[in-house]
């Protein structure tokens, strides 16, 4: 079975711009998490998505968005590039959004470099 | 934020030892988590302790956890050198399963402790 799949790989752009990441869950898991992974950090969650319905939002401004589609696929949308976006950007999938045994599965991630 | 503080944030063993790593965090826990990321990309799942538990294993990983102290350490025992990688604790914070009540999505991750495993 396919596991987290994440698009692009990586991604260059420029101060100001917009961009778009693309996740696809493992098949039947409902639920989709983004997080952001700064240089020597850990990741910091960034969102969470349960049958198309955001149940979470971590501490980042209103540049960032996303939204899930009836597949269960998610996109992540950040406006007005700044620098310190760039960071790697990992995508997680699991069975439930409400569970004490919720393992998340993540996808190998979309490098964003900001210049 | 984080949540958690790992410790060491690096340890530099031969293979064949034992790795141990700790993590403390802050706040109630439904659960704690440990990951491990090679190079820079995706996390892989390496283990789950519920609060009701003390210690788990799985192959040549061990748990433990102290729900008195917020911490938890991960033991890796006869350590090869495919071990190196980043490894992070996690942690589920504690609530109510319902509608707006906790996310369960949500991992708050430590720092973090390179291990590298000289062969």
């Known amino acids: 079975d396919a596991g987290v799949t994440q698009s692009p790989t990586h991604l260059i752009k420029t101060r100001g711009q917009q961009v778009t990441l693309r996740c696809s869950p493992i098949?039947?898991?409902?639920?989709v998490s983004w997080y952001q992974q700064v240089l020597g950090q850990g990741p910091q969650f960034i969102f969470q998505?349960?049958?198309?319905?955001?149940?979470g939002r971590g501490n980042f401004p209103d540049r960032f968005s996303a939204r899930q589609f009836p597949n269960y696929s998610s996109e992540l949308n950040v406006n007005a590039l700044l620098l310190g976006d760039s960071a790697l950007y990992l995508c997680a999938s699991s069975l439930y959004a409400y569970s004490s045994y919720n393992e998340q599965f993540f996808g190998p991630g979309t490098r964003l470099t900001v210049l | 934020s984080q949540q958690g503080e790992e410790d060491p944030q690096a340890l530099s063993i031969q293979e064949g030892e034992n790795a141990t790593m700790n993590c403390s965090y802050k706040?109630?826990?439904?659960?704690l988590q440990w990951y491990r990321q090679n190079s820079g990309r995706g996390l892989v799942h390496l283990i789950l302790i519920r609060s009701n538990e003390r210690e788990k294993h799985s192959g040549r990983l061990r748990v433990t956890l102290d729900t008195s102290k917020k911490s938890s350490s991960l033991l890796i025992t006869a350590s090869r050198a495919a071990d190196t990688a980043s490894y992070f604790c996690a942690t589920v914070p504690d609530g109510r399963e319902h509608a707006g009540g906790t996310s369960y999505g949500k991992l708050t991750f430590g720092q973090g402790t390179i291990l590298t495993v000289h062969p």
């Open positions: 706040t109630s826990i439904n659960n």
């Open positions: 998505y349960y049958e198309k319905e955001e149940r």
């Open positions: 098949s039947g898991h409902k639920s």
